[in-house]
Structure formats: structure tokens, C-alpha cells
């Protein structure tokens, strides 16, 4: 349960009830919230100390959460949370954030241009993936720590902050070495609680995809695994879900944007290239999950989309990268 | 295959191939289009006689559609399907057109009310069933035939063409006889084929809701009965399919709209109501479904959700109604 | 609610509580249970009436289904129900009974020679189509009236019993006048509504295939649209789910049959090739049906599979079909 | 493609096509099939090269898997994979190897009972997780390298080998120190292809659980991952896939067990226990399992299910066990 004292209680008062919880032998947890104490209380009381603790005149309201999620979910803050990269702000209420760039870095030239195009396009981060998740052993599996310079020093290089997903808890150390300003953690890797844990120390902004076939509480008790082990900063990604349909790749889930909304104060984005799988039906995906109050969007771009080494057939040209940052502007400003 | 002919092509050489495929024993169906000739040749011809035809000069180009539908395929006209309700006009190009109403029809005085607010809502259809497909025998299953008759009235005091859901083949002379706009076929009846071909007969606009668990190639294989069945006015509505997912009632899949532009020349409705089930998201799905280029939206609304005799868990009150009309205008106006 | 009563209690204690559930507004069932009554009700009553019911002596323990569904629910019987098609038992108990056949009737000679070597190969009942469910319009839809006449000769020369499926309330008098023995109910219209009340009063035994994306509980509550009609002989038939994976036609569900065996006292059929899809998986699938607790099979037969006109890659062979019923056998004695 | 030789072919003529597809920039992969050489080709050659290849006597015939995957696929070996676990042979035409014991490890002296009630009914392996995967942060994670010393020690006390996942790459080395007989890798980490890599190293079995919505493709391609890191004993197990019907944990795929007969020369086992969720379920599903020719099972067992620390509700109580040990028997000596 989660315990929301009144506006102006006491910092004693909320010590005595964590005490009590604490003597019960529960866990709590104190929000960050200023406004007022918040407190999650993630195991179950004894009835009577529950009882005891709800009599008191300082709780002004208790809510119980769907699932074991309770950092996570809307009611431990009273605002929503905003994820701070550079200069970048992510969650409700700040313009739509688009970030780009090829499915894999090809190299430090290759990816040098991505990021001109990227920046050009008007696009705010750099994606490339340097290590790939890929099904088949023998697949292209991406440049690894040398791509990751490559990223950061094209990022650098045009002044976007980057992103890509590190898949390997013993690579948290790397990824923080070439100042990767947000980790991924892919779709395979939702509920690789090791990895998670791991990540979670890194003191980085993460962007957490949703798995293939996470249930949304699956997806935000793993946000929970990431904000227990020390990340406040989680950004919840939605990139399609697999379901009886083959002529997408996925199924884009927009449903739950409005619902994570009502469940949770973490930042949104939308992937819709990995959803669709097919590039010319991105742009008005893109424009479906703005209006759907995406709070940013991941959308992969490449040059020669034929010659990827991964995913081409769902890679935007610069061009159609561009026409979606301006309409994706155009939206954000409307509600 | 698809035979598109090029402009200005002499009827007579359109007959002549006609002749070749009947001969050959082949069935052809030859497109309204007016802008050149069009011929759907839905069996498998001989390789030598396929040839012959592709070796003439009139021939442009001809398409494979992905599956057995051809005159939904969009390759089966130049234009997109307009289709006409009274003054109303749906598809690719006009404004988006909102139909709204209570899930069932509950008594004429009850029905009455809701055109009057559907109508200074700014929404354009009047919907409601009359008759129920409810999973339990013994759920309120609709006032039948009476109800009709209510629906109708109540559109026609406030200026609204109504639809209504049919589910019975021997019912079509009596949706008929009320008058009824535009007969929508419901998710469960999807592959109702007895429904399909009698409904086809109507000489009506029919809605053709995607069964739960449809895929788009099934569902375009549904329009294809309608079509060979007579009925030109097929109008494909998104309603949500069944996935793992159970915090939301079904997954609306918006990914089909854009892919559905490139498949059929078909104009697409969305439904969030039943897709969502939880009225508080469906304001948003409606924005998201405008921007993704729907034709149409159909909108559960009800005076007293709390007390609708089916599904009020996800109507919206007028003034939330109003509130999607006016978003859906602005949206419609942008792309 | 369901009403158990105890053993010996008398008709005028019954008629009692009857009158009292009508008294209220409600509706109640009586079982044709013999060793003690039963009594479903299938409203919700007020608190009070229902305590007032609770209170008397003569119930012995009362139990709330899941669902809607009351008559097939387990506890509407104490003893499983055994459909009787001419000397055929099949439910509960009884040895697992082999339907097979090809799956349209191609002809009257053609379907002359399937009965034969059904019969040949051990099986019990002959199935066989004469209206086609078809996605396409185009394709073979069956040969209507003329097929169900030449099925039933088959079946007739043979000893054996026929089935085969209606997809149109219209005609139900034709399968009568035709004298199939058992009505099918196809997938795709396990929740049309209109076709389960009017073959409910057909008077004749009905097998219920489960929907695509049908959960238990909806296919339970067509069940109940039967039984509610007035045909309390119904068989449910297990016949392949539509999941994510695509190596098989379907996801046939055996999980349900331990499931429905402590949900209903209806038997239940597996039909293993629609599932599959594949003759080859067949066999061992039939194997897994009846260790399973299957109370029968269904499985399609055709002398030449490549030539079949529909479903053949699904067909077996009469060798094959002679080795499942050999191997059913042994299994079905088994447990 | 995979190529296999006639038998007798020379071992010169192996290394002078091995030597050839290097040349041509290809990987190869020989298998240890000592009747004939076979030889997989994973990386696609260029045409004349193939040609060449092709035409050479010594080539038998080629095959080509339908994915990427090439050592799982049944014709990279003439016979069945048997894995060796102690004296257990695991593997086609040998008789089904029982897996049991507690979810979680919950002590030395619980666990040391677990073995001797285990070993009391007839089964083959304690299993047991020290490390547990778990939604949520704050629930039971298990007693970690202490529960793997406690196993270990109860299954040498009955003479049982033992079986426990592994989440963590940099947990190997534990898992070889403890004398863990056999590496389980969880359905949330199928396609943790980091912890695939390592496990691989291990130089021990390793029992791969199919992931969640993972087609039968991607788990023969992580199979794969397994044999390409060293790994040859890999056993598959299917464990439920996630679908829309909500009665079940899961859904158990019985389906792929004859599909992957054909598609791989693997051993596979069956988890019930993940699939149904609920133990009264259990003991049909093991006997469905064995008919449809599982390699094995493994079956949770608990002495009081209602106060197990994880997933009691699907445990089996040890008279059950027994049962299912009997039952498995009988039926695996059948077919």
C-alpha cells in the first residue's frame, strides 16, 4: 500500500510510521516527492497495524496498487516524473523527444553521418545499437565497446546526447566509460532481473522496453526492479507486442499509453519501427502515438535502408525523419 | 490477379479478355472505376493463357493481392471508396465522421435523448443495437425489432443516419423496412458467412467490424464477400483484438490503419469503445486513431454509464463526447 | 447459483424455493438429474431472499460458477452426461469414439468409398462437409443439400452414424429432413447466436467447436445457449487455438480437457487435425487427445490428400487412421 | 544449408569442401555423427561456389533448415541427441527421465526431505531453484549459492542428480563448484543471449525452458546458441506459451512435441506444472505429455503446497508424484 500524508506533516510523524511498519517487520519506502510525505509500504501488515496506521490523522489517503509495482506507480508522486538528459527533459508536459539513428553502428564514419542527419533532421538523440540482440548465432552482432566511442564521440560530435542497449550486466562499467547518457534495456532482456539490477546502479538514465509479451504489470514491476535498485530515472518504452497478426511485425499497443498514464508518473516513449517492421507505415504511426501523448519517440533512420546490416526494411530515409519531427511538433503543442 | 488497363483502352479489348479468362474457365469481375478499365480475375489460369492476356498492349499492370480478396484489394480502384450516408460522405480525404449513441437501445424516450445530445455533441451518426450478441443466455439481449423503430425515429427528429447491428440473416427485410442507414456485421460475425452474403443483398452501407482474433487478410476476405454479394459501401472498423494483455479489455490495433491504405481502397472506422472498455481512455485512442488517419469513429455514449444496460463501463457523457468531436475536427483538418 | 438438494428431498420442497426465486423475479432451471435435485438460478436475487433460500434445511451446499453458464456447469449434475448417436455412448467412461471422414463430401461415389474405409479402419462415426466455412468467396463452398443426402447414404451403408456441420439457421430442417445424426457447430461461429438457438431445437445431439479465440468460459456460455434452447446434448470439441505461433496451423489446447472434466459434465472431443494442420503431427497428437481423457476424436481422412478440395495437407491416410483407432483403444482402456 | 555425405565418404574429400566454403568467406560446422560426415554450412554462399559444392559425388543430400539454426536441426545427425546425466539417458527411445522437487529450495533440511520423498516416488532428478526469477523486487528471491550447496547434498544423499536454473552469467563458475548436474535456463532468459554464451562454457547439460512467446523457431535458434558456445547436451523444454485464455497459467503447446521430432534431433522434456498453474490439472497433463512421446518431465512437488514460498498452488503432493511416476511408466513403454 501506499500511504500519502497530508500536505505539512511532520517529518517525525512519518519517522513514527515507518517505525511501526519497520517493528511489523515491513519494508517501506520514502518518495522523493516535496510536496508532501509519501510512503510505499511493500510488504503485507498485520491487520492491526495496518488499522493502527490508517487511524492516524496525518494520512490523508492509502492507495493499493494493481501489483507488487509501488515506486512506479502514480500515487508515490504527486508530479510526474521528468527524466533530465543534457538538456533534454522526458515526461508529461515537455515537447515530444525523437530519437533516431540506424539499428546498428556501421562504423565510425557511418555513424558520424547518422548523427549529421539525425541532427539536421531535427531529431534530439542519437540511437545505434553497438551490441545486437540477434536470434541467429551467426548474425552480425554488432561492434560492441569500439561502437559505443563511435556513438558517443558522432553524438558529441553534433551535440545529441546518446542511447543504446547494453545487454550484459558486465558491461554496465563500459557503457558508463564512454558516457552513454541513457541505457536501453531491449525487449528479450524486460525481465532479466540480473541485468536490471545491474543497470540499475549505473546512475544513468534507462530506457526500458517492454517485452514481447510483458503483461503492463510485468513491464512496470520490472520499472520497479530498475527504481528499487537506485534508477529514478526509468523511461518506459512501448514497442509492440506479439500477437496471432503476421502482417505487421508486432502489434503497436497504444492502449496502454492513457492507461500508463492513470497507473504510473514514468515518461512514455513509443517505438514504433520495431512495432510495424515496415518503414512506410512509421510516419503515421508516429503520428498515432504523439496524439496518443507519447512523451518521445525512438523511430530508426539509415541512409541506404537496402545495405543495413540490421532491421533496414524498417528504416526511415533522413527525409521521412524530417517530416515526422515537424509534424511530431505540430502535435505535441495541441493538447 | 489484378488486370489494370491502361487509359483510354476500347471497351472491346476489355471484353475480349473477359472472353479469353471465361474461356480458359476463369471467373472475372470488372471494376466500377471510370478512370480506365479495371478486371479482377479471381481463379488461376492456365500459365499459357496468363500469359497471352499479359503479352497485350492494353494491359498497364497487373497485382497479386496478398490473398483471395480482389475488388477490396486497392489496386482494384484508382480512387479510394467513397461511401454515402444521406449527406455524410466516408472515406480517404473527407472529414472524420463520429457516430455515437448508447450501446443498446433502451426505450424510445431513452433513445430520443440520446440523438439530441449525440447531435449537439457535433457527432454525425446516431448508433445503438437493437439487437444484443451477449455471451450469457440470459443477458438483456435487446428490444428487437421495436427497438429499430425507436432508433430510427429518434435519428430522424435530429437530422442523424443511424446504424445498427444485425446479426441474423432473416432480419434483413426488417432493418430494411426500418430504415435502417448503414447495418453494421459485429466482431463475433465476422466470418458469419450466411450473415455476409444475405446482408451484401441489402443494398445498404455495411460496417464490418474485425472479428477478435482476425487477421487483416481474413478481414478483407470478409469485405470480399460483401462485395461479391452486391454491396459496393463495405466500411472496415478496427475494434481491438484479443491478445494476453487484461488490463485493457482487447488491444486496438492501430497499426492496421496505415497498412490497410496500402491494401484496400476501403474506408476505416475506428471503434476504441469496445477496444479500451474503460471509458477514461478512450478520449485519447480517439485522438490517436484520428492521427492515424481514421475515416471514421464510433463512440459509445451514455447519460448514466453506471446505469446502461450493457457495456457502461466504457461510454463516455456527452460532454465528453463533445469534447472528442471538437478534438477529432481539429486533428481530421491537419494531414 | 446453483442449488444442491439434499438426496430424498421432497417435490413440494423444491416447488418451494422455485416460487420463491419467481416470487423475487428470477429465473431458475431444474435439472433432470435423477439422484437428487438441482436447481440453477440464474439471476442475481436480493440479499435477503437469497439468506431466506440459504437458510432451509433441504439445501445441501450451493455453488457460484465462474460464468453465466449454470446448466453446463459440473455441479448441474451429479453424473457426467452421455450422449447417445444411434449405439454410440459418448461422455465419461465410456471408450473414446473416432469420427472421421474426408473433410468436404466430393460425391457420392467418393464419399461411398470414405465410409468404407472409415469403417474399415475401426472408426465409429463419418464425418464430412456439405456447407463450407471458406474465407474466400471464391473458393469451393460444398455441395449443399446434395452432400449432407450422400453423406447420410454413406453413413447408412456403412453403420455408421453421420455429422457434419451447419453454418445457417435456415437450414436446420434440411439436416433434419436429411436425418444427420449429430450437428456441428464450427469455430468461427461458436458465438452466433442466432444459428445456436435455432439448432437447439433440432432436437438432435450437437458438437460445439470452440472459437478460435474463444476462452472456456465463452465457449461454456454457448454451450449454455444450447442447452438453454432445449438441446441438453452437447458435445464440446477442442479444435486448436490461434496463438503467436505459426509452425503449426493452430495451438491445440489440451490444458482444457483436465480443466473442463472439473468445469462441466459435458463430454469433450479433440480434433487434432485442424489443429496441426500437418497429417504428420497428427497421430501422436491423437495419442496425447486420449491419454488426455478425450471422450472422442475427430480426425480427417482422404484417400488422396494432394487432391483434395480443401484441407488436404491435413488428411490422413485410412493405414494412418486404422493405427489411431488401434492406438486409441489401448490408451482409452488405460485410465 | 546442412550437407550430408554418403557414408564412406573420405575424410580428405570433407576438408577439400570445408576447405572451399573458407575460401569463399563461409563458416562451417562438422557434426559428430560418426556414421557419415555431415557438415553445416551457416553462412550463405555465393552461387557458383554452391553449384560447385552441389555437383560433387560425395554429397548425399542437402538440407535446408527453415531457419537459421543448423546443429539443432534433426539432419545435422543421423540419430537422436541422448543426453547423459549421471546414469540417466535422457532422449528419444529411452524411457521418460521425472524431474521433481520444490519450486524453491527452502532449506537444507526441507530440501534433504524433498530428495528422499522424491526418490520415494520413483523419480529420476531433485529439482530445485536456489535462484528465482521473480516479478516482483520484493518478493523471496531464494537462498542463492547457499541453496545450491543444500540440493546438491540431498540429491547425492538419495542418489539423485539435480537440476536448478541459472539467471546469471557470472554465476557459472557457482553452479560448476556446487556440482549442479544439470543447468536450467528459465523462459524469461530463452533469448538472454549473454547468459546462453556463458552457460555454454559450462561443459555441463543444459535444460533450455521455451520462452514465453517464443515460436518454435527462436528456441531452436537459442538451442543453437547453446551448441555453438560448446554446448552439444541441450534439452528442450516446453513449458506453456502465453495466450488469451486466462483459465490456465499457460498454455501447454503439446503441438510442437511431433513437430520438433522433425525438426531436431534434441531430447525434450514437458513442465506441466508452469503450464496449467494448477496441480489438480497436473497429473492428466503428464499423461498427455508422455503419450505425445516426451523425453521427460519435470513435475514441482511439495510436502504442503499452501505454505510454499513460491508457486504452491501447482505443486503435486508426493502420493501424487508417485502417481504420475506409475502412470509414465506404463505409457512410456507403449509407443
Known amino acids: 500500500m501506499i500511504l500519502r500524508f497530508k500536505n505539512g506533516t511532520p517529518e517525525s510523524e512519518v519517522l513514527a510510521v515507518e517505525a511501526e511498519v519497520a517493528h511489523a517487520g515491513g519494508r517501506s519506502i520514502r518518495s522523493d516527492e516535496t510536496r508532501r510525505p509519501i510512503l510505499a509500504v511493500v510488504d503485507k501488515l498485520p491487520k492491526e497495524v495496518e488499522a493502527k496506521i490508517m487511524a492516524r490523522d496525518s494520512v490523508e489517503d492509502r492507495v493499493d496498487p494493481p501489483g507488487a509495482w509501488h515506486q512506479a506507480h502514480r500515487s508515490f508522486r ?84 546518446v542511447i543504446s542497449e547494453i545487454m550484459d550486466a558486465s558491461l554496465v562499467e563500459a557503457f558508463v566509460e564512454a558516457d552513454i ?16 539490477k545491474a543497470v540499475a546502479r549505473a546512475n544513468r538514465p ?68 520495431h512495432a510495424a517492421g515496415i518503414a512506410s507505415l512509421i510516419p503515421v504511426l508516429c503520428r498515432a502515438s504523439v496524439a496518443a501523448g507519447a512523451d518521445g519517440l525512438t523511430v530508426e533512420m539509415h541512409l541506404n535502408p537496402a545495405e543495413a546490416r540490421s532491421d533496414g526494411p524498417q528504416a526511415l530515409l533522413p527525409g521521412e525523419l524530417k517530416k515526422v519531427v515537424a509534424e511530431s511538433r505540430v502535435l505535441s503543442a495541441l493538447f
Open 78 to 161: 504527486d508530479t510526474p516524473t521528468v527524466v533530465q538528459i543534457g538538456d533534454l527533459r522526458i515526461g508529461e508536459g515537455h515537447p515530444c523527444v525523437i530519437m533516431s539513428g540506424p539499428c546498428s553502428v556501421e562504423g565510425a564514419d557511418a555513424v558520424m553521418d547518422n548523427a549529421r542527419r539525425v541532427k539536421q533532421a531535427g531529431a534530439h538523440m542519437l540511437r545505434g545499437g553497438a551490441f545486437k540482440p540477434r536470434s541467429s548465432p551467426y548474425a552480425f552482432q554488432g561492434f560492441g565497446v569500439e561502437g559505443l566511442g563511435q556513438l558517443k564521440r558522432a553524438g558529441d560530435a553534433h551535440g545529441l546526447p
Open 181 to 196: 547518457d541513457c541505457l536501453q534495456i531491449g525487449a528479450r532482456n524486460m525481465q532479466n532481473f540480473t541485468l536490471l
Open 206 to 273: 534507462v530506457l526500458l522496453k517492454r517485452g514481447l509479451a510483458a503483461t503492463v504489470q510485468e513491464w512496470l514491476s520490472a520499472a520497479e526492479y530498475l527504481m528499487e535498485g537506485g534508477c529514478p530515472d526509468v523511461i518506459l518504452c512501448e514497442r509492440g507486442i506479439r500477437t496471432f497478426e503476421t502482417a505487421t511485425r508486432n502489434t503497436l499497443d497504444l492502449t496502454v499509453l492513457p492507461l500508463l498514464r492513470e497507473w504510473t508518473h514514468l515518461p512514455i516513449v513509443v517505438d514504433p519501427s
